[in-house]
């Protein structure tokens, strides 16, 4: 009776945790997601999606903790009553199936996976991982052992059957996972000058550990607690993460150009007027980023748009005192880019209201780059793919 009594109990801590674990991560999620919808999606920044995804999993997790708990405290209910009555009782701790602990490594495979995901998108990856994370490969290198610890977990699931510790592959990718996490937080906490978080995520990172270790053992309420206390606490490291990268865009409001993306569009109005515009999407403006353009700097722009996409992207520019008349050019006056590039802000950000330290500075070195040679050479900084050309009405 008192083994009854304990499973009863236990049950009943699973169900409360699984409706804690349900609604906080749902909530979770959908903050995440409302971040992202505000303010990433307009920089095209697909990180903290991974990152909402990952805490969704914990809220499938939930799910199942709340359906086994309450199957658990009917069938030990059961028992109980039938214990009274005299009759034979059944082992009320095989409730917990094979096939239920398989769901929840599913779904813990799937929160890992979305976190390395994630991680591409930081913008603080340490040198020592960053070619790793930023190469090709990076989606086979996770994705492999993701497939190769998913199959016995499947296997698991469908067949009812526990292989023992082979079955527990979503712990191992998990401890992978956390490695590459925890680097990757504290470097970032570390570039934004946020020391407490750093020290904070380490702190988090060890608890994670802990918890995945006693998710091997038969402690099942300190494995519930440690799980708990994770779970909050990476949930809350998310938000600060998050929150210092919204401190960070309100600090340089001018992107790195592999956030910016930059588009032609031509239009007539009622007179029959052509209008000149260019997008520059990525950079928080009073216009979402549509620029009315003078023809010579719509042309001065597309011209090194239309360089981009070819195997030499390079314009020249007219050296000082060169009447050669012979020769030409590609850009007359260096002048004309410091007026492009006025004009480029004037249609951000209210005229007057940029500096040359926030404004000018930063979106000359995002968009342009000068030859490291000192040929009088400059090209857009901007790789093909984040360039549309269209000019057509």
Known sequence: MEFLTEQLSNFSILSFYGKWQLVVCSFAFI??????????R?????????????VLCWSFSGAIDIYEGQIGIEKVTKEIVMLDQGKVTSDPSSTST???????????????????????W???????????????????IIGLPFLFSLFPTLHKLIANHDLGLISELDVYYAVLTLAFLGYVLWSSFIHRRLPILAWLSVVCIAITFLAQVFKLTENFQSALLLSGIFKTSLIMLFFALALSWVKELTENIIPESNKIWLGFKVSKNAQGKYLY??????????????????????????????????????????P?????????????????????????????????????????????????????????????????EQITLKKGV
């Open 122 to 140: 930081f913008k603080y990856i340490p040198a020592s991982i960053q070619p790793m994370v930023h190469s090709k490969f990076w989606y086979a």
């Open 277 to 318: 515009a260019a997008t520059l999407e990525g950079i928080p403006s009073k216009n979402q980023g549509s620029i009315r353009l003078t023809p010579g700097h719509y042309e001065l722009l597309y011209r090194f748009a239309s360089k981009a996409k070819d195997k030499d992207p390079w314009l020249e520019i007219k």
């Open 320 to 384: 000082k005192n060169d009447e050669r008349l012979q020769r030409s050019y590609d850009i007359q006056d260096y002048n004309e880019i410091k007026r492009l590039l006025v004009s480029l802000l004037d249609g951000l950000f209210e005229k007057g209201s940029w500096t040359q330290n926030k404004h000018y500075e930063p979106l000359k070195t995002a968009l342009f780059e000068m030859s490291d040679k000192r040929e009088r050479k400059i090209k857009l900084r901007l790789e093909p």
């Open 42 to 54: 307009k920089l095209h920044d697909y990180g903290q999606i991974w990152l909402a995804l990952s």
């Open 98 to 120: 094979a096939s239920i602990q398989g769901w929840k490594s599913v779904f813990s495979l799937f929160n890992s996976l979305f976190i390395l995901m994630a991680l591409p």
């Open 31 to 40: 903050a995440l997601i409302g971040i992202w919808w505000h303010i990433a």
